[in-house]
């Protein structure tokens, strides 16, 4: 057994490492620091050799872990003691032991400047090394001067100058002042002829560092840089102890290589020609060897080769090449490489001004992964599946997913990663549900599709199913009505099998308390069977999943159309029960619950179906986000991830157009402009609205608004923007355009200016809406004495939250607004808008899109009742009111009929007899619902006029409706007078009227 | 650049420890126990790289010594991996056939050692032999 030298430190050593346990070595320990302690404070003073024991001792203890709080000051003083041995001692436990900020330090810089400074060369390489591991800002200031004399001096030896280049590089990231780059360029140049390897690796590692800084003072530095490489790889004039495994210095090869990196680009075409002679050489010479050392040092030097390859925006062939190679190192069993070509593939594909030569070799590898060869796309698959389990190269594989994954494939890889998930590793199971999830949501094919692997992920890996995934997928479902039926259903067939998974009980119970109605239909799916399969489970679950399935029960049982009585008792019993239950939630629940389902059906409104979430960016990307660490070479990584997050939103409200889910629409990543990943950043956790509301580029259109006053609220021409006379700042769009669209949909933009995006979102159910406004600060100083005041009409009460008096630069801040509809009326409320851009106050009056329709909802009637109501409205008294309009824009008739579907009114095809006609029921909500039945009569003869008809027994919503629906009608609305005046139709009208037409239907 | 040296046993025994960073010397011990349990939980035929916080970390076990590095996350991990095993053959050299003892009572000849192999973070000499002269020299002293 080699021993320390030291008797005292020796026994010392030994002593801990015979203690059985971590008390009894704390408690040697605490004996040691008590007895060294107790010497230090001796005023006999030490022995030198005394002194180095215990100082040894310290760092011992220290280095297990435990904390030394004394005794720095005896390491401290040691620097100072004349003779080598102690004087190295104290250099050596000092840097170990103190941090560079330690007080202490500042005592000995004098003595270690002498020591730099002085004639002796083993003090001189001891002080630099202290300083070089551990000086701080104050050795900067007071040693680089004398390190740089050192680093530059012909008389002294290599090892001198070597540690006196590491030194000036630690005190250059101290504090980069201390070298001057003028006067350094050159000092630099010059160094890179030095032919001492040691003494050249060090002089390297410093110009990493300054060219990491400020390339362009560097440049005399480049082709110096490319002769030491032709150097090493030609293998000339390198001492054999500078060979590594055969090896010319592969760490200098590599920190040469990296120092060309950090220049944007090498113009000189001799110079670059020489550098990829260099390149192509370093690149041929791959061949995997037997010896593992070997190994990895040719590959080190390959895979920085691959990176200066790849930032010098090689040739096609050279890149080819590279992405060949790359290939080959993938699938190699020599999980370094692996993991290292799979690192590299990915910065690949996410080099964009290397685009084109990737998306060849992309598609190419996509393509293997559908090989018909079914062999080849397993073990592909197999490879990603295998370097996730490689922990650590999780993330690698999720950005090459993401890189490669469209929706082409993308069933492919989430069915593997499922099949995958039954045998991984628990450590990587829930990270690797959280992926297929996030990789399923984000290529689904179809919705339901995405439904399935949810499912099956909660099947198969319900422990690792954050409760985040199946919020997501609830959400999904609820914003998209076609997925309802099909979701409920399969929920329903995943409790039929045995032993549910608890996250399995959860979602299906929910979905199924809000969907299960739309099944009742179907066999085993009656209210009274989905209730009696999921109360199965109620027993066995944990208290928040049985607050879930409560409410489930009541929605099953009222959403049920006819009220099975057996149902309810049941229902009612099991409410009843756990009305005093332990938890406080789960009680309530029941207490309420049984409470609200002995009104009965009345109280169905109360739980009707869940209203559309609000679009929001998936919290499973945020989730992937948060974890994506925060280092520059992976902007590429998260600029694409952000481009795919902001595609990943869902629209809700929207309905689905030409058969693509809005939700599954994307946004070619290309479309964007470049400096859009800015855009999430200000956003800050906000949720990605669907129009991009910080948007830089400007609308395209730049029609100058009309100027002139509003005529009145009603009037759909009148201009919105009121009094833009007051400033210089123009909308970069219509106005007009903006709030017409919005009155057709609920999200997009208000207002836009060079300064301000104002975005508007709305949600509407019965009387109550709920909008937010974005305002989104688009320039780069802050938007001062922000003001927004909207001023509603009579009939509305609004609620308005405070709107903060600056918008930060590049910030968006949201005000919502909550809307209430009293009393019919075709007022609209206006924003009163007003911000400081520092420059200028602007200010002007927008309309916000709160029309009638907006309070309307489709009614569907049968006929038989639909002519029923219809002959009620004629009277006496009569309700109907009827008007002959002219000047209507002459559509065809199912273009009108969809533009009164656009108001949100239900057409009743064929209710009337008369094909030109068209009818349709609404019901309007005010402070009470009130049901409107509509008809348009159409003159093929004269498109040009109509005559519309609107009966509600609320004759102030009829005249207030068949007003607004003539303003959409009406090509120009005007003032002009209506044709005619609303008022009691004559009965003779009447006879030939809509009531005669529909009495024909019976 | 590398921000820390650091040497564990099996059972999770720190046996030398350097730190190249102003990393707050209390919370270096937590970091140390962080990466020995992900590093010692790792099976055998698994990379020698790991992702943790912002850094790298390079790892190779020597019998029963594993030799760990942490690095920037965007340092040459293969270059950082043979600096470890050129600091191990540098202590062969010193110690003839190392092992795990001869670094527990000599830790002091180790952190000598290591500061001809590295310093400030940087390779300083990757020549064995120009180590071993400076070692001797030393000794001479």
Known sequence: MALSGMRGLSVFISDVRNCQNKELERARVDKELANIRTKFKNDKGLTPYEKKKYVWKMLYIFMLGYDVDFGHMEAVSLISAPKYAEKQVGYIVTSSLLNENHDFLRLVINTVRNDIIGRNETFQCLALTMVGNIGGKEFSESLAPDVQKLLISNSCRPLVRKKAALCLLRLYRKNPDVVSVDGWADRMSQLLDEREIGVLTAVMSLLVALVANNPDAYWNCVSKCVRVLERLTRSQDIPQEYTYYGIPSPWLQVKTMRVLQYFPAIDDPNIRRSLFEVLQRVLMGTDAVKNINKNNATHAVLFEALALVMHLDAEKDMMAQCVGLLGKFIAVREPNIRYLGLENMTRMLMVSDVQESIKRHQVQIITSLRDPDIRFRIIFIDLLVQCISLCSIRRRSLDLLYGMCDVTNAKDIVEELLQYLTTADFAIREELALKAAILAEKFAPDLSWYVDVILQLIEKAGDFVSDDIWYRVVQFVTNNDDLQPYAAAKARDFLDKPAVHETMVKVAGYLLGEYSHLLSRRPGCSPKEVFSIIHDKFATVSTPTKAILLSAYIKILLHSQTVDPELQNHVLAVFRKNETYLDAEVQQRASEYYALSRKGPSMVDVMAEMPKFPERQSALLKKAEDTEVDVADTSATKLRLMQLTSTAVVVADQKPANGVHPALTRVPSGQRNIEAPTVPVANGGQSPAPVDFLAIEAAPTHSAPESSPLVGPGDSLALALMDNQASTVQPTGSVTEWFDALCRKDSGILYEDPFIQIGLKAEWRGNQGRIVLFLGNKHTAPLLSVKAVILPPRHMQLLTSNVPDTIPPRAQVQCPVEVTNLSPSREIPVLDFSYNNSSAMVSFKLRLPVIMSKFLQGATLAPADYIARWKALMGPPNKLLQEVVRGVKPLPLQEMSDLLGSLHVAIAPGYDPNVNNIVGAATYFSENPTLCLIRIETDPADRTQIRLTVGTPDTSVALELKEYIKERLVDIPSGAAPTSLPGMPSPADDLVGPAASLAGLI | ?141
Not at chain 2, 24 to 42: C, F, N, Q, V, Y
Not at chain 2, 47 to 54: A, G, L, R, V, Y
Not at chain 2, 122 to 137: F, Y
């Open chain 2, 1 to 141: 650049q590398i921000q820390a040296v650091f040497l564990v046993s099996r059972q999770g025994k720190v046996r030398l420890q350097k730190w190249y960073t102003a990393y707050p010397g209390k919370d270096r011990p937590k970091a140390i126990r962080e990466i020995t349990s992900i590093i010692l939980s790792r099976g055998t035929r698994l990379c020698n790289f790991i992702e943790w916080k912002d850094l790298k970390v390079i790892y190779k076990r020597y019998a029963s010594l594993y030799f760990c590095m942490c690095v920037d996350a965007d340092d040459n991990e293969l270059d950082c991996l043979e600096v470890i095993h050129l600091f191990v053959e540098v202590l062969d050299r010193y110690f003839g056939n190392v092992c795990e003892l001869d670094l527990v009572f000599n830790f002091h000849k180790a952190y000598y050692i290591l500061d001809e192999v590295l310093l400030s973070g940087e390779l300083q000499e990757s020549s064995k032999k120009s180590v071993a002269r400076v070692i001797s020299a030393q000794a001479r002293i």
